[in-house]
């Protein structure tokens, strides 16, 4: 097997070769491939791969059709430099040899035994966070296998759940509790029952200085526990709130053995909710659609040079934005030898001030090639502060505004989000509720994504109600939803998974002017507007028409369909045609349009 080519398991399964990457559609090959790749190295009977490919009762001519499928897989592996021998024909079954190198599923192994070996926490928190980070969502979840997902897909799960326990545990007993947090709140997200990840989470932000988020996390857990499971909270649990409300002083953590060193460890000290800069975390969940973004992403970041290269993702808060950025950085991350970085644009000042912290984590600006994901850029001015320090680096820039400048003066590739359309909607509720959940009620499925009107975070929050509420109907919640469509999209107190709250906090950094002229076309009674239909609206000339409805759309609230068709996004739209105005604004009037960059 030819070393550059690297098979992928752990998320969506694919195959890639330097720059290029095919993710494979679910077929009968495809399946072959997916249970040999998932028991790497072993020989797999022919029985066991018939089971994977047709399930329990399998065809007649299985075996002979099994033939043909490796017969199929040959010809594609060719396509990646993979020579014809790679699948072994051995007597009752078949074996695909793998190493780290060319599976990531191997990969995870080796660095998970590695860290069982390490004898020093720092050195085990490097390979076990190394090893976590290979995984981009649930394994292979674009092949319908029902013997993989019930054969296999568990024990790998159990492999991540205790991995990430191992490295919480590591993390707080160093005295990381920022670092650990997002993951951590991830974890409880996509594990509500798994009560270690809960403690971990409260005890976090407890040390961090963060008391009310502390108690707000351990009242969710004792209400999911309540609802969900009939049981209290586990005595550590419970002793942990205790000390939280007396605002006792916690221990060293008991599970995690302390960093060796001669002096004694810092306490720990309040950080910010967002780190400035951290390694690349990992990929968003059953990550789906946005093919026609992933491949020109791909494609224009992956190219070999040193040069910077330069792309940017805008849209609407809840769009997607760091979700798509997140997904590509890890589908590169081969071409990245030197490390990929995600920099919060708003949490660490300027250029050179991320730069160093880079360099603290081990960014080398003279090093193998290096990816940097910009999160959160708000005007083109902060993104020219901070691109001048990493013009080696390949860069993507996530940002509400459009940032057209970046295009204009510095060679930026724009890839502006809009809605998922319906197939990718559902299938991103697939792959986050499971075919069996969403095929067993497709009207009342097929109206949940009407109601999310193709927002990614959307879904996620509908799904998130859904995962932890196991025993209530996708038609629950749809109802429940239809009642209150805008506000009610939103997880407990977290602002991240709060659609009204995003909305909000977008809307206010608005220009007042843009700000009214947005909710006067979001109040027209049809969503498709001419450009005299929007002259009329805001009682502006053409010329003045034409300057606003490019500062919308520049701003990200406005969609330009097709020449001379503009819609205000329908999720967007609804949450402004429900708010009040936070003060007293006046109307546009004819006017020369403005420059002032949209917020």
Same mark, same amino acid.
């Given at each position: 097997?030819?070393?550059?080519?690297?098979?992928?398991?752990?998320?969506?399964?694919?195959?890639?070769?330097?720059?290029?990457?095919?993710?494979?559609?679910?077929?009968?090959?495809?399946?072959?491939?997916?249970?040999?790749?998932?028991?790497?190295?072993?020989?797999?009977?022919?029985? +066991?791969?018939?089971?994977?490919?047709?399930?329990?009762?399998?065809?007649?001519?299985?075996?002979?059709?099994?033939?043909?499928?490796?017969?199929?897989? /040959?010809?594609?592996?060719?396509?990646?430099?993979?020579?014809?021998?790679?699948?072994?024909?051995?007597?009752?079954? +078949?074996?695909?040899?793998?190493?780290?190198?060319?599976?990531?599923?191997?990969?995870?192994? @080796?660095?998970?035994?590695?860290?069982?070996?390490?004898?020093?926490?720092?050195?085990?928190?490097?390979?076990?966070?190394?090893?976590?980070?290979?995984?981009?969502?649930?394994?292979?979840?674009?092949?319908?296998?029902?013997?993989?997902?019930?054969?296999?897909?568990?024990?790998?799960?159990?492999?991540?759940?205790?991995?990430? @326990?191992?490295?919480?545990?590591?993390?707080?007993?160093?005295?990381?509790?920022?670092?650990?947090?997002?993951?951590?709140?991830?974890?409880?997200?996509?594990?509500?029952?798994?009560?270690?990840?809960?403690?971990?989470?409260? @005890?976090?932000?407890?040390?961090?200085?963060?008391?009310?988020?502390?108690?707000?996390?351990? #009242?969710?857990?004792?209400? +999911?526990?309540?609802?969900?499971?009939?049981?209290?909270? /586990?005595?550590?649990?419970?002793?942990?709130?205790?000390?939280?409300?007396?605002?006792?002083?916690?221990?060293?953590?008991?599970?995690?053995?302390?960093?060796?060193?001669?002096?004694?460890?810092?306490?720990?000290?309040?950080?910010?909710?967002?780190?400035?800069?951290?390694?690349?975390?990992?990929?968003?969940?059953? %990550?789906?659609?946005?093919?026609?973004?992933?491949?020109?992403?791909?494609?224009?970041?992956?190219?070999?040079?040193?040069?910077?290269?330069?792309?940017?993702?805008?849209?609407?808060?809840?769009?997607?934005?760091?979700?798509?950025?997140?997904?590509?950085?890890? &589908?590169?991350?081969?071409?990245?030898?030197?490390?990929?970085?995600?920099?919060?644009?708003?949490?660490?000042?300027?250029?050179?001030?991320?730069?160093?912290?880079?360099?603290?984590?081990?960014?080398?600006?003279?090093?193998?090639?290096?990816?940097?994901?910009?999160?959160?850029?708000?005007?083109?001015?902060?993104?020219?502060?901070?691109?001048?320090? %990493?013009?080696?680096?390949?860069?993507?820039?996530?940002? #509400?505004?459009?940032?057209?400048?970046?295009?204009?003066?510095?060679?930026?590739?724009?890839?502006?989000?809009?809605?998922?359309?319906?197939?990718?909607? &559902?299938?991103?509720?697939?792959?986050?509720?499971?075919?069996? #959940?969403?095929?067993?009620?497709?009207?009342?499925?097929?109206?949940?994504?009407?109601?999310?009107?193709?927002?990614?975070?959307?879904?996620?929050?509908?799904?998130?109600?859904?995962?932890?509420?196991?025993?209530?109907?996708?038609?629950?919640?749809?109802?429940?939803?239809?009642?209150?469509?805008?506000?009610?999209?939103?997880?407990?107190?977290?602002?991240?998974?709060?659609?009204?709250?995003? %909305?909000?906090? %977008?809307?206010?950094?608005?220009?007042?002017?843009?700000?009214?002229?947005?909710?006067?076309?979001?109040?027209?009674?049809?969503?498709?507007?001419?450009?005299?239909?929007?002259?009329?609206?805001?009682?502006?000339?053409?010329?003045?028409?034409?300057?606003? &409805?490019?500062?919308?759309?520049?701003?990200?609230?406005?969609?330009?369909?097709?020449?001379?068709?503009? /819609?205000?996004?329908?999720?967007?739209?609804?949450?402004?045609?429900?708010?009040?105005?936070?003060?007293?604004?006046?109307?546009?009037?004819?006017?020369?349009?403005?420059?002032?960059?949209?917020?």
């Amino acid at each position: 097997m030819t070393a550059a080519a690297r098979f992928s398991v752990l998320g969506l399964m694919s195959i890639s070769r330097g720059g290029e990457l095919a993710v494979l559609p679910d077929s009968r090959p495809a399946a072959l491939l997916a249970a040999l790749l998932l028991r790497p190295g072993q020989v797999v009977s022919t029985e +066991y791969l018939q089971r994977a490919v047709w399930g329990d009762e399998p065809p007649l001519n299985a075996r002979a059709t099994l033939h043909t499928c490796v017969l199929r897989l /040959r010809r594609l592996f060719a396509k990646f430099g993979i020579s014809d021998d790679a699948i072994k024909t051995l007597p009752g079954g +078949y074996r695909l040899p793998v190493s780290g190198e060319t599976l990531d599923l191997a990969r995870f192994e @080796e660095l998970t035994a590695a860290a069982e070996k390490a004898g020093d926490p720092e050195r085990e928190a490097a390979l076990l966070h190394d090893a976590l980070l290979l995984w981009q969502g649930e394994p292979i979840s674009n092949i319908r296998s029902d013997t993989l997902h019930r054969d296999e897909v568990p024990r790998l799960q159990e492999e991540w759940l205790r991995a990430a @326990e191992r490295w919480f545990d590591i993390e707080l007993a160093l005295g990381r509790c920022g670092r650990a947090l997002p993951g951590l709140r991830a974890a409880v997200r996509a594990h509500p029952g798994h009560e270690r990840f809960w403690e971990h989470l409260i @005890e976090a932000l407890y040390r961090t200085g963060r008391q009310s988020e502390a108690l707000a996390e351990y #009242r969710a857990v004792k209400r +999911y526990l309540s609802d969900e499971l009939g049981v209290d909270p /586990r005595a550590s649990l419970r002793r942990l709130e205790l000390a939280i409300l007396r605002g006792d002083e916690l221990g060293p953590p008991a599970e995690a053995r302390p960093a060796p060193r001669t002096e004694a460890a810092p306490a720990p000290r309040p950080v910010a909710a967002k780190p400035a800069v951290v390694p690349l975390p990992p990929g968003p969940a059953g %990550f789906t659609g946005r093919a026609q973004e992933v491949a020109a992403l791909t494609e224009r970041l992956g190219a070999p040079g040193r040069a910077r290269v330069t792309a940017v993702v805008s849209g609407l808060p809840g769009i997607g934005k760091t979700a798509l950025a997140l997904h590509t950085a890890h &589908l590169l991350r081969d071409c990245f030898p030197g490390g990929r970085w995600l920099v919060e644009a708003d949490a660490g000042g300027d250029g050179p001030r991320l730069l160093e912290k880079l360099k603290g984590l081990g960014w080398d600006p003279d090093g193998p090639r290096q990816l940097l994901v910009l999160d959160g850029v708000r005007t083109h001015a902060t993104a020219e502060a901070l691109l001048p320090a %990493f013009d080696r680096g390949t860069v993507i820039v996530t940002s #509400r505004p459009g940032l057209a400048g970046l295009a204009a003066t510095g060679g930026a590739a724009v890839h502006r989000l809009t809605e998922l359309d319906e197939v990718e909607s &559902l299938g991103l509720l697939d792959a986050l509720l499971g075919g069996d #959940r969403v095929a067993a009620e497709p009207a009342a499925t097929a109206e949940l994504v009407g109601l999310c009107h193709g927002f990614p975070l959307a879904l996620r929050i509908a799904a998130t109600r859904l995962l932890l509420r196991p025993r209530h109907r996708i038609a629950d919640v749809t109802a429940w939803l239809r009642d209150d469509p805008v506000g009610r999209l939103a997880v407990g107190d977290d602002p991240a998974m709060s659609v009204p709250r995003l %909305f909000g906090a %977008f809307f206010s950094e608005l220009d007042p002017r843009p700000a009214d002229a947005c909710r006067i076309l979001a109040g027209r009674a049809r969503p498709d507007l001419s450009p005299g239909e929007c002259a009329a609206a805001l009682d502006l000339t053409p010329d003045d028409t034409a300057a606003m &409805l490019d500062r919308l759309i520049d701003a990200g609230v406005l969609e330009d369909e097709a020449p001379g068709s503009y /819609r205000v996004p329908a999720l967007f739209r609804a949450y402004v045609r429900g708010a009040e105005p936070a003060s007293p604004r006046h109307e546009p009037r004819r006017t020369d349009g403005g420059s002032r960059d949209c917020q």
